[in-house]
């Protein structure tokens, strides 16, 4: 089980996107996606209304809530539900 503890994810998660794009790529390698497929991007929550993530598959991109920063329970299971978009 992929768990937000720092056996699985040993990179601080201090609300910067640099840390996002790391705890990204570790969630991509466990799925087995290649992270550099899908572009990642955050934006502040009113751009992503009433989601904490989106998929778009034209990019691919991954669009997540900055308030995701906070919170790797949260960020762990917007991240692997978006690219389950994608595998």
Avoid at 34 to 59: M, S
Avoid at 69 to 79: C, F, G, H, N, S
Wanted: net charge negative.
């Amino acid at each position: 089980a992929l768990t937000p503890t720092p056996a699985c994810f040993p990179d601080p998660l201090a609300g910067h996107p640099a840390d996002a794009r790391r705890w990204f790529d570790r969630v991509a390698g466990h799925l087995g996606v290649d992270p550099r497929a899908v572009l990642l991007v955050v934006r502040d929550d009113d751009e992503v209304p009433g989601a904490a993530g989106l998929y778009d598959p034209a990019g691919p991109t991954v669009t997540l809530a900055r308030s995701l920063l906070d919170d790797p329970v949260r960020l762990v299971a917007a991240v692997a539900h978006e690219l389950a978009h994608h595998v």
